[in-house]
């Protein structure tokens, strides 16, 4: 029966030489497919602020606080209400609809 090590005293002879094969096999004298320096990202400073909107790769994001002093990015929302509405050729909901469908939610008070 095989020991663990902390028992024994003793490696295990099968898991040193599993370690060492592992170990042989990622060590080459080849050097990396890619230089360093082509795999590090390029970034770019933006002038940006809260409330501004940026695209990137053909996606648009909305600048905002992340609530510790910066700004953070986060997916824009692309479309009002009234939009979407006159896209999907519906109408807004009158408050009394509105409260017929959702006046059992609970309310933030907001508006």
Do not use: N, W
């Not at 003793?10 to 060492?20: E, F, G, R, T």
């Not at 004298?29 to 940006?48: H, N, R, S, W």
């Not at 510790?68 to 939009?83: K, M, N, R, S, Y």
Request: proline share 6%.
């Amino acid at each position: 029966m095989r020991g663990f090590p902390y028992r024994t005293g003793k490696p295990d002879p099968v898991l040193v030489d599993a370690a060492l094969r592992r170990r042989e096999a990622t060590q080459t004298d080849q050097p990396a497919a890619v230089p360093l320096e082509e795999m590090a990202v390029k970034t770019k400073k933006l002038d940006v602020r809260i409330g501004d909107r940026v695209e990137i790769d053909g996606r648009k994001y909305d600048v905002v606080s992340d609530k510790v002093g910066g700004i953070t990015l986060e997916p824009a929302v692309t479309q009002t209400v009234d939009e979407i509405v006159s896209e999907k050729g519906g109408r807004t909901l009158t408050a009394e609809e509105f409260g017929e469908h959702f006046g059992h939610l609970p309310s933030d008070g907001e508006g």
